[in-house]
């Protein structure tokens, strides 16, 4: 049995606990490898290896740091076919998706190649008599991220090509469920020349890895995952002094106008609701339809497309599958419990996605494209994010209903308009209570220049991930003010220095 092991000080390392967790390919159900779980000692020395190393790292010159994420984009881009098979068989999702992914993340190293010119501050002469001011922004230390299972590259490329380009040394802690593709990233690092120490993966359970936010050498945290877990780190983190950008939750919907072009709204929602099998953060689990009229078109598109949805593994021979199998057992059960819930609560089943199978591959955990209609905002499928192939038609009478019923959920991560009128999509961009928005876009997730990040119960804490955020995020600035006299200052100053 392959085991995934840890990967501090440049060197890969099994845990001395001999304890080990499975993890299985969903496409199948079978255990492919075994994923060591640290010890605490093991995860203190870790942090320990990241703060030797980082004297040295945030020394370096901007430039070689840039160079070096050059060297590790090529990597990237060589290693593409085999990471995106490390994806498919630890995740799940169909190979054009683990391949978007990795485009995705890859953009990130693109932007952070170019911290030199992000890094450069600011400058004024003559502030006054002889007086000159300026900025620089410097690393903060030590920093860890914490990612989901959703996307195994993706979302650690959000993270640590920024703090490493900023000067920042790094420790990731990936989930049991697909943990391998974030070691192969850090063998990728080491040869394209990243010193020893200043990147570090370790595997451990969620009570160790309090360490990651507590220990008085760490500096700063980056979280994904659920609003719960979000929110506690983000209070202990800030409790113990730390930086802390914590994402969570999402129930991202789409208002869809009787005036929206039809064909190309069911096209942008079947790939926003089923991409992925519903696993993404961005994805698109409610449209909120105007007009009964309206809906009906959209139901009567919608259902032959969702029944007819190419499910299966996510590398096959022959034509590619549309959606893989969701991620586990247990989630499979819980995707499945709340299609029950639906139907308890009286939406109306369009599609039922309970007890699919995948001729030849029954142990996977597969659930069918499921479509609810009259759906509600009292309904519990309304309100929770399912993380799965299910979509809720909710049916309103006009625009302003519509938007009120997006503003009122807890939830305020992405949101879009489906619409051939300029003025509702302008009125539905300055109106929404979302940090992503999309017009006509159905999965409105910003390119690695711009911040990626939600409103309200999605996010705990003031910055974003990537683009300008990322950088603000993992440095601090410093402002000199600085005079050259040719002489002695002759008179003590006792009030207010001014300039001028």
């Not at 991620?327 to 309970?354: C, M, N, P, W």
Request: one cysteine or more; aromatic letters at 8%.
């Amino acid at each position: 049995m392959k085991i995934t092991g840890n990967f501090i000080g440049g060197n890969l390392c099994q845990s001395s606990s001999q304890q080990t967790v499975p993890v299985h390919n969903p496409a199948t159900g079978k255990v492919g490898r075994e994923v060591t779980q640290s010890t605490a000692d093991e995860v203190l020395h870790a942090i320990d290896i990241a703060h030797q190393a980082f004297k040295g790292w945030s020394q370096t010159p901007p430039l070689r740091r840039a160079r070096i994420l050059f060297n590790f984009k090529a990597l990237m881009e060589k290693h593409r076919d085999e990471l995106a098979q490390l994806i498919v068989s630890e995740h799940g999702k169909v190979l054009s998706d683990a391949q978007g992914e990795l485009t995705r993340g890859i953009e990130v190293i693109e932007f952070a190649c170019g911290i030199p010119h992000l890094l450069k501050g600011e400058y004024s002469s003559s502030v006054g008599s002889g007086v000159d001011s300026f900025s620089m922004m410097q690393p903060i230390g030590v920093v860890a991220g914490i990612t989901p299972f959703n996307f195994p590259v993706m979302v650690p490329l959000w993270m640590f090509p920024i703090a490493l380009a900023c000067g920042n040394t790094f420790i990731l802690k990936p989930p049991a469920l697909d943990p391998t593709a974030s070691v192969r990233m850090a063998e990728l690092l080491k040869e394209a020349g990243l010193p020893d120490g200043v990147f570090n993966v370790v595997h451990c359970d969620n009570n160790l890895a309090s360490l990651l936010y507590t220990d008085p050498r760490i500096q700063g945290v980056s979280f994904v995952g659920s609003s719960g877990v979000a929110q506690h780190i983000y209070k202990t983190a800030s409790a113990h002094g730390k930086r802390v950008q914590a994402f969570g939750a999402a129930k991202n919907h789409a208002i869809i106008m009787p005036d929206a072009e039809l064909d190309a709204t069911v096209n942008a929602v079947m790939g926003g609701a089923f991409g992925s099998a519903g696993e993404r953060c961005m994805a698109l689990p409610i449209v909120v339809v105007v007009g009964d009229d309206t809906a009906d078109k959209l139901i009567a598109r919608l259902k032959p497309l969702v029944s007819e949805l190419r499910v299966g593994p996510g590398i096959v021979d022959g034509e590619e599958n549309e959606m893989g199998p969701v991620i586990s057992a247990a989630h499979q059960k819980k995707v499945l419990g709340y299609i029950d819930q639906g139907v308890k609560e009286g939406a109306t089943l369009v599609i039922d996605g309970r007890n699919y199978q995948v001729p030849g591959h029954e142990g996977g955990y597969y659930v069918g494209g499921t479509l609810f209609d009259n759906v509600t905002p009292d309904m519990v499928i309304y309100r929770e994010e399912i993380f799965g192939p299910v979509l809720g038609v909710v049916r309103v009478p006009d625009y302003q209903t519509a938007i009120n019923v997006v503003n009122g959920h807890e939830f305020g991560n992405g949101s879009a308009i489906f619409t051939s009128s300029g003025h509702y999509a302008r009125q539905f961009v300055q109106e929404v209570e979302t940090g992503m928005v999309g017009v006509n876009v159905p999965v409105p997730v910003p390119m690695a220049f711009h911040s990626f990040g939600g409103w309200k119960r999605s996010v705990f804490g003031a910055l974003n991930v990537h683009g300008p955020d990322g950088v603000r995020f993992y440095t601090r600035m410093k402002t000199t003010t600085a005079r050259w006299p040719t002489g002695q200052q002759t008179l003590s100053e006792f009030s207010m220095p001014t300039l001028g």
